[in-house]
Structure formats: C-alpha cells, structure tokens
C-alpha cells in the first residue's frame, strides 16, 4: 500500500504545522518583511531538529530529564517563532529565528526601538551552521495588521509525550511511506 499513514496525535500535529508557513530564503535570498508582533510577546522553545522517516521534523525538547531524543545524546535548539508579513508572497509567516538571530533582533531593537513600525529587508546568506540573516532597517512607515491573523504558534510547540517521541525514533521506515523533505516549509535550515 501507497498510502500516507499518519499515527495518533503526533500525525496530526504534523500536518497542523505544515499548514503554517514558515518564511524560507534561500542562500542569496532576501525579502522584505514586517514583524507584526513586539519582540517581548515572542514565543521561544527549545526544539530538536531530526530526520525521522526520510523528513525532517521539529520536536519540542522536554528536557533534559525526560527528553527521549536528549537522551539519545542529540542537541536541541533555541528558536523564537517570529509572525512576519511577507512583502514578497504578501501573506503573513512565521520566521523561526535562532539564538544568534534573536541576539541580532534584540540589538536592532534596542538601536531602533519597536521593530514592528518599520519594514526590514532580511538576507539570508550561506547555508546548514555557515547560515547568517542580515538585517536591512527601513524607514519608518505605517502598516495597517488590522485584517492579518497572527497565526496560532500554540499547535507547532505543543510538546509530545515522551512515549510518542519514542516511538517516532523507533518506528520502522517501513511503517510509514517516507516523504522526500522536497517542501521548503519543513525544511529547518
Ligand atoms: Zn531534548
């Protein structure tokens, strides 16, 4: 059978998740953007990233003491989920900054004050751990975020029971029909 086989709740998160885009550059790439929500009501968590089942996937970290995946001695990361406008596909998406973004965000705020009333150009340059964002400050301008929905961070950093984390990591790539990480948007890098 040739059929996507989504297991339980974690399916379902999943597919809740790809139903939110993530804001994705490539090398060289860069896009105007807005960030539609002050930097101190930003959500951060520390996740893992791991290829399970021929994707990648980004799983909350429990910590330390109850984390399988910890335990399994792999990192997890530090990632603020940013809501921006995209001027480029004009919708609205979730940035997920990294600790050295969230350190450059913090320093261009405290340089220009609300990030939120200015566009910026961001540049992404180089790729996987070379990855750097540049940020580009416009000028001051008015936005109107009256008609955009801040999209529900809520379902992509609900954590999973320690149970089905581990049987995630001990599913058989025979269970499920591995899926080429072919979309951008689950691409982590
Ligand atoms: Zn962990």
Redesign the pocket.
């Known amino acids: 059978m040739d059929v996507y086989l989504g297991k339980g709740l974690g399916a379902i998160r999943e597919a809740n998740k790809n139903s939110t885009s993530m804001l994705s550059l490539k090398a060289g790439e860069a896009t105007e953007i807005r960030i539609i929500q002050p930097l101190d009501e930003l959500i951060s968590v520390?996740?893992?990233t791991e290829k399970m089942n021929g994707r990648w996937m980004n799983?909350r970290?429990?910590?330390?003491e109850n984390?399988?995946?910890?335990?399994a001695g792999?990192y997890?990361s530090f990632r603020t989920y940013v809501p921006v406008f995209d001027f480029k596909d004009e919708r609205v998406k979730i940035f997920k900054a990294s600790k050295t973004v969230g350190v450059t965000l913090v320093g261009l705020a405290e340089e220009y004050g609300d990030l939120t009333k200015r566009n910026f150009k961001i540049l992404r340059q180089g790729e996987g751990l070379q990855t750097v964002y540049q940020f580009f400050p416009r000028d001051p301008s008015d936005f109107d975020t009256t008609d955009l929905e801040i999209p529900d961070i809520e379902p992509l950093i609900e954590p999973m029971s320690p149970e089905e984390i581990e049987n995630l990591i001990n599913q058989k790539v025979t269970d499920v029909t591995p899926i080429e990480p072919d979309d951008e948007d689950t691409f982590p890098f």
Not at 61 to 64: A, D, F, P, V, Y
Not at 67 to 71: F, I, Q, T
């Open positions: 520390y996740e893992h799983i970290c429990l910590g330390k984390c399988p995946l910890c335990k792999k997890a």
